[in-house]
């Protein structure tokens, strides 16, 4: 039976799958196809340079054992790469290069004039020969300013960790949760801008979520998606902010799979933030909800009474500004909710004093920030809804807190957690933590519980109604 192209790489590729990673070759083989034999010359067809480029970097010691094996020691390859079409081109276009022969391309870009082969980068500097990445990481976002405390410890350590040796930790990916105002995307600046003074061989780059899908649109549009990619994939630290807006985003989140397992793979690092853990994102393909699992999840939690106080301190100190200890303790202990009110709080005060030439006292503070320290009071803790279902039921709070399965317990603890769901921001992680330290699942089969029974049984549809009322008119 004589062989033909496609007999001779099937033989190859059963050869390398006995040799790598599931993962790698599904990642980097699958997507080849052979094109044409002649004699001891393999022709395959890649989807673009970069795979080309990858291949030759890391597999060519493999990919001549196999093709030696099957067509003899004087066996060569070819590579057919998949060019995109370009102005003066309607349809994609294929360029032949040997094996081996990387170097040479490189520096001559794929038989195309130089000006139109060239990775668009939309972060690139112009006028600079080799590929400059503008990292777009903002200067004021440093450790320095990023004040530790102990609801943020666990995210400012593992980001200084990665910081010092990128991609070399078990930090990766990084991903960074928590609530408005609370510093994730001022650490994600703070790990970007430390990697670049320590590590300035290191390519670092910031992005939004939203950015990000907008310029993979932008790049689908113009028939540059592997521009596109490509350039991400160049990216030795990458930093992507918001990643919650990757929600009900197939396209977006089918390229940002492979750019993710792409830079993994070669122990570049990756840094995420979000609003939610990751097991509350919804309408993301669970491979990537997977995968951001992977290094460490690390939250930003509500700053404790000490942090608030050293955040004020040091605003105070940066901006010049002298205030009584007594009004700085009465900011610290009222405003609460997260960083961004209290710097708020501290502008108002001090945007007052200067209107009115008044000096900032306890009093004044107490005026000015009356209606925003009401408004907190108004909102809504894990903490005030299980104290109103614990003395709804007369249950005291240890024993919904326990490890009991008494039905009456059971019932107020996924009450709890169900309203805990519906008039709080927290994470289902979180509130399981806070009623009994449960995992997520338990919050989300206690949700679930409720909402069933609140439709099918009249008695505990009641139940709901009133604790709605009680916790809907919390003070």
């Known amino acids: 039976m004589s062989k033909t192209a496609a007999s001779v790489w099937g033989n190859c590729l059963s050869f390398i799958q006995d040799n790598i990673s599931e993962q790698a070759f599904h990642t980097w083989f699958e997507p080849t196809k052979a094109t044409k034999l002649d004699g001891n010359i393999l022709t395959v067809q890649v989807p673009s340079k970069f795979f080309y480029e990858w291949l030759e970097e890391h597999y060519i010691k493999l990919l001549k054992a196999s093709l030696q094996k099957e067509l003899g020691k004087d066996a060569k390859l070819i590579y057919s790469i998949v060019m995109e079409k370009k102005i003066t081109n309607k349809d994609p276009y294929t360029v032949n290069i040997p094996s081996s022969n990387k170097e040479k391309v490189l520096k001559q870009e794929l038989d195309a004039p ?211 200890p007594e009004v700085t303790t009465y900011i610290a202990k009222n405003i609460k909710t997260n960083i961004r009110e209290i710097e708020g709080a501290l502008n108002s005060l001090v945007a007052r004093s200067v209107l009115n030439r008044k000096e900032i006292t306890v009093d004044l503070a107490e005026k000015v920030l009356s209606d925003l320290i009401k408004n907190q009071r108004k909102e809504i803790s894990i903490d005030y809804i299980q104290n109103v279902v614990c003395d709804y039921f007369k249950i005291p709070v240890e024993k919904v807190q326990s490890k009991t399965r008494k039905r009456d317990i059971v019932q107020a603890r996924q009450l709890a957690m169900y309203f805990s769901k519906q008039y709080t921001n927290a994470s289902l992680q979180s509130i399981g933590t806070q009623i009994g330290k449960r995992d997520h699942a338990t919050v989300l089969h206690a949700c679930k519980t409720v909402k069933n029974l609140a439709e099918t049984d009249k008695v505990f549809k009641g139940y709901v109604d009133d604790l709605r009322r009680k916790i809907g008119i919390a003070e």
């Open 114 to 324: 130089l000006s139109s082969n060239k990775i668009k980068s939309p972060f690139a500097i112009p006028g600079i020969q080799k590929l400059k990445i503008d990292s777009q990481l903002n200067i004021n976002y440093s450790f320095n300013s990023f004040i530790e405390g102990e609801t943020n410890r666990l995210a400012r350590s593992a980001g200084k960790a990665i910081a010092k040796r990128p991609g070399g930790t078990s930090f990766n990916p990084l991903f960074i949760y928590g609530g408005v105002g609370l510093g994730k995307t001022h650490l994600a600046h703070a790990i970007g801008l430390e990697v670049k003074e320590k590590h300035p061989e290191k390519t670092v780059l910031y992005v939004s979520m939203e950015k990000f899908s907008n310029q993979y649109q932008s790049a689908t549009r113009s028939n540059n998606r592997n521009d596109f990619v490509n350039f991400y994939q160049m990216i030795d630290v990458l930093i992507i902010d918001d990643v919650q807006f990757l929600s009900g985003k197939k396209g977006t989140q089918d390229v940002f799979f492979h750019i993710f397992n792409d830079l993994h793979q070669r122990g570049n690092q990756l840094v995420l933030t979000s609003d939610k853990a990751p097991v509350d994102i919804q309408d993301v393909d669970q491979r990537l909800i997977s995968r951001f699992k992977w290094g460490l999840s690390a939250d930003l939690q509500i700053p404790e009474y000490e942090l608030r106080l050293e955040i004020l301190k040091s605003k105070l100190e940066k901006g010049g500004i002298e205030l009584d």
